[in-house]
């Protein structure tokens, strides 16, 4: 039988819309290979549109700060269902500036911040240190960002899956190789088996790989590209934790985050790098990564070194995702996200589960429509900027 809808992508993205979807109502079947093992597997799961504010992407702003508060009632709703805990702490954020300079750009951050009205405190060391106890005496000061906020997006995987299957959503390991149509509509997936799901909608929400699906006409095939990042994840004690809450810096231009799970782990990143889809983990981003960690916090030398891993973001000309109806009837994208993938996914899968049932979305997310301009500018054929180029870890764009 035909489902209402084909997911393809089982990464958060893929997996929400999915759920969400079939919570409103829809029949529907998810493709992945391997769902949750890509970019939501190396993901931080920092909740962070206040700190991770960009200039001039304020359209952007609008929908990560629309998205970042769903995410309480998504965990509700998700728990719930899944009986599974997501490990989400509405706790702040604390951004640190490590020399001079990096003060500097946190005041002009503060400055742009204020103008935005997002709410944000300037601290002193002391202060800084009085939030967490273990950061190095030489980080100069910060700002508290209250509405930043973190989730593990592995236990959410894992949260999705269960409440996918209870919801009744057919999973299908295999690789979707094309988006199938027949006069002017899409009338379903094929697989790299051969074999074809029919359904009269497809949600295309395969991350990074979301260009490389045959079938599309070339107007409507999502204009993303993958930028890699590097990330670490450390273990200590659960009972000694090496930080309270999410902590990001500036370590002499460089950016760096570090993300506390429950069980004592702490996720160190990450790198910015246009390397293709390669997902080679490097010495020399691990070892600016714990460099700069050591830094901020002394002590995460101390803990073990658990895993390295590289993810692939999906980015577009200009950083905002790709979520609606396209020109081709029946198929609806929902990528693109790149740095704000985790944020994004409550927003996105209420976005999706109304288009797939003819309601309205939330209108901010008009701003993320595939179909505009701002796409087919000059921004969107000159490929990234010489800057993004190699490895870097800018926080303020
Ligand atoms: N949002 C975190 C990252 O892209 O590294």
Redesign the pocket.
Known sequence: MAADAVVVGGGLIGLASAWRAARAGCTVTLVDPAPGSGASNV??G?L?PVT?VAYGEEAALRLNIASARRWPGFVDDLEAASQLEVDYHADGTLLVGFDADDMRVLDELTAFQVELGLEVQRLRSRGCREREPLLSPRVRGGLLAAEDHRVDPRRVVAALSRALSIAGVEVVTDRAAAVEQARGRVTGVRLADGRTLSAPRVVLAAGSWSAGIEGLPPAVVPAVRPVK?Q?LVLRGGADEPALTASLRGLVQGRSI?LVPRSDGRVVV??S?EERGFDTTVTAGATRELLDDAVRLVPGVDELELVEAIAGL?PATPDNRPLLGPTELDGLVLATGH???G??LTPLTADSVAAWLTDTDPDPVVAAADPCRGSLHGPAATRGPDREHVGRTRETVQ
């Open positions: 993901a931080a920092m962070a991770e990042g990330v985050y990143g990450a910015q973001r790149h740095r704000s985790v944020l």
